[in-house]
């Protein structure tokens, strides 16, 4: 006998939004909204084991199979790579990976070497990379937007929401590096051994979006 | 200073007993199985040049290699595959071989396991490679091969999955784009990416591959997929591809093997493999514990060029996901002795219990007449002096 399905599902930001996709795509998640301290947690009609994890951690879980299913942001699947199917743009959780630098100055301009503080150093190496631009990345942990503040970077790679944070720390959005939003990923063995079953839950996800949106 | 005297390299570790065991039994019976149909072992060196892995065919992305400098200034790598350096072998020293080689090998392959991934940076692999044989015949051979190289260790709990490149390419080629809009949709095509695939593919509005790209990475599964892919798209080559997948198809079926599948969107390497192409699944191990294909250009590349086709099997995930039948160790036999027992007796002993299939041991003890009997053996024998007691 096959265990169930077990998906993992990226705490925080994506969760509410996923549990709403999940519950309009018809799994009953009473049980996943109130999950107090437990990290897997049956959808209520037994069909998926779902995994709160943090988003690198879906990541991992899936590409080794510890997990059949994914959902992530894109920022992650960037950040991270790299061997799993990403099957889905279930349209929740989107938001703009930025360049931002402090509001007035000009970025692209003159020799000096520049360097740019991000979350995420991976995507930002990438994006400067494609633009053939020589920029020291510092890898912060917490509000990137201190990197320019304090003087230490002249300006930020960062996912934005609504752009509050930014204004209210005199930053600017300069550039749009890529458009994020939350993904069905899926591990490669699971999709071959268990078609049936995954393809079910990806089909109906996607009609669950479809009809929202 | 920091010491690392007591640890292994990340991705990397040593493995005791009961894994070694259960592991030499599936080398011992695929190892079996090779030499059973007539392929032959090679070995090649674990360092090879980094020019071997940078050849437009042979081309290994260069992050994941393990890199050192000899010497005279070259840069030498730690094989990170084991069919390139095969490739460079046939093609160099085999070179005048003309009939048909079979040829198989059990060594390592290293790649850079990233930052604690729990991947793995030294993975065994077993491997068949196949050259000289372009019949459709020659496809069945490996494929059944590989059905049963899986079905000796993993018993029923496998699945083997085909494909053929020549459908895929028949559809970008027919986009007449360029080189790296083709790589993108490969890569796009290989992760089932449907979302990006179809902002990619919006460019193509009209084109008739444009449609049967769209639904690629959904055609897998049952043989029926061969003629979806044939209704969404025709033309020569792409009816030249599907006819050769759903004749290795009925033959591999005529021979009475099951759990095989179809996945037109297995697109991996794109340019190494020429025909078709195959994967081999099992329970639990979330990566592809086989996988191979047709690479008629490769050898090309090191030599006159020559069509092969063979196949690796990852035997560290094997090991740790496979049940296996390990074989069942011989009983354990004891031999004391101490300071006063004759070498001869001893060894005359150890001799005999060998003939009868036991393992004996030499246990040495400060007095053979009072030691305690050791835990965890079958029978227990003292050399007391000159004589031997049981017990």
Do not use: W
Request: include cysteine.
């Amino acid at each position: 006998m096959n265990r169930t399905i077990r998906m993992a599902l990226t705490k925080g930001r994506i969760e509410k939004g996923a549990v709403a996709l999940l519950e309009a795509a018809g799994y009953g998640c009473a049980g996943l909204r109130d999950k107090g301290r437990r990290l897997i947690v049956p959808t209520d009609g037994g069909e998926i084991d779902v995994v709160f994890a943090k988003a690198a951690d879906v990541i991992t879980y899936v590409e080794t199979g510890a997990c059949d299913i994914g959902i992530v942001g894109k920022d992650t699947i960037l950040e991270n790579g790299s061997s799993f199917y990403e099957m889905a743009d279930l349209g929740i959780g989107r938001c703009r990976m930025v360049l931002a630098a402090p509001k007035g100055s000009d970025f692209f301009s003159g020799y000096a070497a520049r360097r740019v503080a991000s979350k995420y150093p991976k995507i930002a190496a990438d994006y400067f990379s494609r633009k053939q631009l020589d920029v020291g990345i510092i890898k912060i942990e917490g509000s990137v937007e201190l990197g320019p503040v304090l003087g230490l970077t002249d300006a930020i790679v960062d996912l934005v929401e609504t752009g509050k944070t930014l204004a209210e720390n005199g930053l600017e959005v300069v550039e749009t590096v890529c458009e994020v939003s939350t993904r069905l990923i899926v591990n490669i063995a699971s999709l071959k051994l268990r078609k049936t079953e995954i393809e079910e839950i990806v089909g109906r996800l996607n009609a669950a979006k479809e009809a929202g949106a | 200073m920091k010491q690392y005297n007591k640890i292994t390299p990340e991705g990397t570790k040593d493995r005791l007993f009961g894994e070694c065991e259960k592991r030499g039994g599936f080398v011992r019976s695929l190892r079996a199985l090779f030499e059973s149909r007539g392929f032959r072992e090679v070995s090649t060196p674990v360092l090879e040049y980094y020019d071997v892995f940078d050849t437009a065919r042979a081309y290994f992305p260069q992050e994941g290699i393990y890199k050192l400098v000899d010497h005279d200034g070259r840069i030498l790598v730690l094989r990170p595959d084991c069919t390139i350096p095969i490739a460079r072998l046939i093609g160099a020293r085999l070179k005048n071989e003309r009939g048909p080689l079979r040829i198989f090998y059990h060594q390592k392959i290293y790649r850079h396991a990233s930052g604690h991934s729990g991947l793995s940076g030294e993975i065994a692999q077993m491997g068949v490679e196949f050259v000289g044989g372009d019949l459709p015949i020659c496809d069945v051979e490996i494929v059944e091969l590989a059905c049963r190289s899986l079905r000796s260790v993993c018993g029923s709990d496998y699945q083997l999955e085909l494909c053929h490149i020549g459908y895929f390419n028949a559809l970008v080629d027919s986009l007449n784009t360029d080189p790296a809009t083709r790589e993108q949709i490969r890569e796009l095509v290989e992760h089932k990416n449907f979302p990006a695939l179809d902002l990619l593919l919006e460019r193509f509005e009209g084109c008739p591959a444009q449609k049967a790209l769209k639904k690629l990475p959904a055609l897998f599964g049952s043989v029926s997929v061969l003629e979806e892919a044939r209704a969404l798209f025709s033309n020569e080559a792409a009816d030249r591809a599907l006819d050769a997948l759903a004749d290795l198809y009925n033959a591999l079926s005529s021979l009475g093997l099951d759990h095989l599948s179809l996945d037109l969107g297995l697109v991996n390497q794109a340019d190494y493999y020429t025909g078709i192409i195959f994967r081999g699944y099992t329970a639990g191990a979330g990566e592809p514990v086989l996988s191979g294909g047709r690479y008629d250009e490769l050898i090309g590349e090191f030599g006159p060029a020559r069509p092969a086709t063979g196949f690796g099997i990852n035997l560290d995930l094997l090991c740790e996901r496979a049940e296996g039948t390990a074989a069942v160790p011989p009983p354990r036999a004891a031999v004391l002795v101490d300071a006063k027992s004759p070498v001869t007796e001893a060894f005359s002993l150890v001799e005999r219990l060998c003939s009868q299939r036991f393992a004996a041991e030499l246990i040495p003890v400060r007095d053979t007449r009072d030691a305690p009997a050791p835990e965890g053996f079958d029978r227990v024998f003292r050399v007391v002096d000159g004589a031997v007691k049981e017990g």
